[in-house]
């Protein structure tokens, strides 16, 4: 009897420890390979949004030949009352776009009829009187005189450029008229605008 009580007795010891060890092998031990598993998500959350922000592209930069700001508020160089009287009718509210180096301002009749002025500013003189001469070159748009530096018409997309210094200028007329007719009061409206340029 001794014998299998002590028999019995060891079984169940061993039985005791297998179980104890198989518990800690399933991951209620905490060990080395469970606690790695236990913080891999953990680490991989909160990594990401820091390798996402040293991953990020370097913000656009300016083109070197356009300045990067300026102080032009473009609807006050063609008003409301200018644009209803070169259309004849009535204009909605002005229609900015300031977006440096590109100052930009229209005005639009319910017929669809525009009058529009857009100005880009440059980093030099130069760097102006060398875009200018590459849009006529490249164009073959005609030059016309008494407008700033150099000007030219620049139908169908505008109806005249000029340049002023490092300024270069576009009006639109759409009034539904002859393209001379719509180019001679773009260009009335053009001496406007170089008088209020900076």
Same mark, same amino acid.
């Given at each position: 009897?001794?014998?299998?009580?002590?028999?019995?007795?060891? %079984?169940?010891?061993?039985? &005791? %420890?297998?179980?104890?060890?198989?518990? &800690? &092998? +399933?991951?209620?031990?905490?060990?080395?390979?469970?606690?790695?598993?236990?913080?891999?998500?953990?680490?991989?959350?909160?990594? /990401?949004? /820091? @390798?996402? @922000?040293?991953?990020?592209?370097?913000?656009?930069?300016?083109?070197?030949?356009?300045?990067?700001?300026?102080?032009?508020?473009? +609807? &006050?160089?063609?008003?409301?009352?200018?644009?209803?009287?070169?259309? =004849?009718?009535?204009? =909605?509210?002005?229609?900015?776009? %300031?977006?440096?180096?590109? $100052?930009? +301002?229209?005005?639009?009749?319910?017929? $669809?009829?525009? %009058?529009?002025?857009?100005?880009?500013?440059?980093?030099? @003189?130069?760097?102006? /009187?060398?875009?200018?001469?590459?849009?006529?070159?490249?164009? =073959?748009?005609?030059?016309?005189?008494?407008?700033?530096?150099?000007?030219?018409?620049?139908?169908?997309? $505008?109806?005249?450029?000029?340049?002023? =210094?490092?300024?270069?200028?576009?009006?639109?007329?759409?009034?539904?008229?002859?393209?001379?007719?719509? $180019?001679?009061?773009?260009?009335?409206?053009?001496?406007?605008?170089?008088?209020?340029?900076?």
């Amino acid at each position: 009897m001794r014998t299998t009580s002590a028999l019995l007795t060891a %079984v169940l010891g061993l039985s &005791a %420890v297998g179980l104890v060890l198989l518990l &800690a &092998a +399933c991951g209620g031990g905490g060990g080395k390979d469970s606690a790695e598993d236990q913080t891999t998500p953990t680490e991989q959350k909160t990594q /990401a949004p /820091a @390798e996402q @922000e040293t991953q990020a592209p370097a913000p656009t930069e300016e083109p070197p030949d356009v300045a990067a700001g300026g102080d032009i508020d473009p +609807c &006050a160089l063609v008003t409301k009352v200018e644009a209803e009287a070169i259309l =004849g009718a009535s204009v =909605g509210e002005p229609k900015p776009l %300031v977006a440096p180096p590109v $100052f930009d +301002c229209t005005y639009d009749t319910s017929d $669809f009829d525009r %009058v529009g002025v857009s100005v880009v500013i440059f980093t030099s @003189e130069d760097v102006a /009187a060398g875009s200018f001469q590459s849009d006529i070159d490249t164009n =073959g748009y005609q030059e016309v005189d008494g407008v700033g530096d150099r000007a030219y018409r620049s139908e169908p997309i $505008f109806n005249i450029t000029f340049q002023k =210094g490092r300024y270069e200028a576009s009006i639109t007329v759409n009034a539904g008229l002859e393209d001379d007719e719509e $180019f001679a009061l773009a260009k009335d409206l053009a001496e406007k605008v170089l008088a209020r340029l900076p």
